[in-house]
């Protein structure tokens, strides 16, 4: 999986891949500076989920035409 950290003063941020079975630090140590883990969520439905539920792709709840 590719985790996200972010240094705090310049704003930058860089990915790290580790494995799901790996400690996951809340924060790095890379070229001097301490980068913090920023915490995201990102889920993925496949389309054919919808067609096999009938679930509408068209609209979600918050109005929005489709979801990404």
Request: aromatic share 12%.
């Given at each position: 999986m590719t985790y996200r950290y972010k240094h705090e003063e310049t704003e930058e941020?860089?990915?790290?891949?580790?494995?799901m079975?790996?400690?996951?630090?809340?924060?790095?140590?890379?070229?001097?500076?301490t980068y913090?883990?920023?915490w995201m969520s990102t889920v993925h439905v496949p389309f054919q989920?919808?067609?096999e539920s009938n679930l509408n792709?068209?609209?979600s709840p918050s109005g929005r035409?489709?979801?990404f």
């Open positions: 941020t860089i990915d790290i891949e580790l494995s079975n790996d400690a996951i630090p809340s924060k790095i140590e890379e070229d001097g500076k913090y883990r920023v989920w919808g067609q792709f068209n609209k035409k489709h979801f």
